[in-house]
Structures are given as structure tokens and as C-alpha cells.
């Protein structure tokens, strides 16, 4: 079994700022990582992934992810937000081998603000 | 163009009532889910077909019965509504590991 935290609910950060939100995973088999972001009143979106290889993944819209298996985490960043970035974020694992069903972290707000 | 579909989008029901809510994929994906979005927006998966074939049936009351007629079509049906079933539901596919697209959502409302 899988599980996912995120330990932020909420992050407010200025526009332009840069932004850190925090991902770590727990499981007993190895597992493939990603980011979803969720804009108000729509579906989930992916981001980025991580499935093997480097362990810095660049995203669409300017974010990245850098994967650290010794710290189980996969925090998410990006250097410079706009008010746009405002939305809820989640962090997901899956399997992989077995079931490819997303276990997903409980969400991150991140709020813009001019 | 759109990649994965549900309708409807919105679900205003009384209590009691059954309901179907409708999912289809022209992405060609073997693998398709129904997740459930709680008002603390935590996500959920409940239910996962392969090419037709149940997969994963999380514990989910058996109110609640997915359908698959096709690799393309999964559909949910719930019967007996209750309060409590008030969420979004999200279908999405995936053709592998490689990430699960998703459906816009239906926002279920049990009155």
C-alpha cells in the first residue's frame, strides 16, 4: 500500500515569488511520482512525472520536480509564479508493476497574490 | 478532440433516487477509473477496468456499480442515493504507468 503527504494545505506567496510545495511518499514497492494541478471548477490536469531517469522533471507551465528516493519526497517548484498558478495541486503515486490507480496526497492551495 | 468525456457535468437529485453518470475515452487507452473528489477535495479511486475486465473495486458500497460495455465506455450507476454521495466524480484513462488523463468531472449534488 501507498500513502501521500502533503504537508501544506495552503501556500500564499506574492506573484513573481518562487514556490516550494512539498511532497513525500510512503510504499512498500516501487512506485512512479506525479504532480496534478486542479484550476477551479475543472479536472486535474498532469504536470509532470517521474518514471525513471533524471531525477529533476521539468512540467509544462514553468514547474519542476526533483524526485529523492533516500527522502522519499518529490517536492514541486517554480522559480517565478504568476496570479494564474492559483489552483490546488496534488501529489500522486502509482505502482509499477500491479495496479496503476493513482493514490493521491490530500492537496496543496496554492493562492497568488498581486 | 476531447479526450476524456462525462456527462453530465452537474447532478441535482433528492435522495433515494438512482443516477448514471457516463464516461467515454477516444484515446485508445486500455485502462479506465472512476475517482471520487470529497468536499475537502481529497481524491479517491473506487473502481479500475482493464480492456473490459474489473480490476480494482475499492470498498465502495455496492450501491454503487461501474459498467463497462466497451474498452471506451465506463459508466457508473448508484442506486439508493444518499446525502453522503454528494461529490465530484472523475473519470480517467491511462495506457500505462504513464499518467491518467482525466474527464472535466460530474459534481453530484444528493438533496
Known amino acids: 500500500a501507498q500513502s501521500v503527504t502533503q504537508l501544506d494545505s495552503q501556500v500564499p506567496v506574492f506573484e513573481e515569488a518562487p514556490v516550494e510545495l512539498r511532497c513525500n511518499y510512503s510504499?512498500?514497492?516501487?512506485?512512479?511520482l506525479f504532480w496534478y494541478v486542479q484550476y477551479p471548477n475543472q479536472g486535474l490536469q498532469l504536470l509532470l512525472k517521474y518514471l525513471s531517469g533524471s531525477t529533476l522533471v521539468k512540467g509544462i507551465n514553468g514547474f519542476e520536480a526533483e524526485f529523492n528516493k533516500s527522502q522519499t519526497s518529490f517536492h514541486l517548484r517554480k522559480p517565478s509564479v504568476h496570479i494564474s498558478d492559483t489552483a490546488e495541486y496534488f501529489c500522486?503515486?502509482?505502482?509499477?508493476?500491479?495496479?496503476?490507480?493513482?493514490?493521491f496526497g490530500s492537496g496543496t492551495r496554492l493562492q497568488v497574490q498581486p | 478532440d476531447t479526450a476524456v468525456s462525462q456527462t453530465p457535468k452537474y447532478l441535482v437529485t433528492q435522495m433515494g433516487n438512482d443516477k448514471s453518470i457516463k464516461c467515454e475515452q477516444n484515446?485508445?487507452?486500455?485502462?479506465m477509473y472512476w475517482y471520487k473528489q470529497d468536499s475537502k477535495k481529497f481524491l479517491k479511486i473506487m473502481f479500475s477496468y482493464n480492456n473490459k475486465e474489473l480490476i480494482i473495486n475499492e470498498t465502495v458500497p455496492n450501491r454503487f456499480s461501474p459498467k463497462s460495455p466497451d474498452k471506451a465506455h465506463l459508466n457508473l450507476h448508484i442506486n439508493s442515493l444518499e446525502l453522503g454521495d454528494s461529490a465530484v466524480y472523475f473519470c480517467a484513462s491511462s495506457p500505462g504507468p504513464e499518467g491518467s488523463i482525466f474527464g472535466p468531472g460530474t459534481r453530484l449534488t444528493v438533496l
Open positions: 484515446l485508445g487507452h486500455d485502462t
Open positions: 510504499s512498500s514497492v516501487s512506485v512512479y
Open positions: 500522486a503515486v502509482s505502482e509499477r508493476t500491479g495496479r496503476r490507480a493513482l493514490t
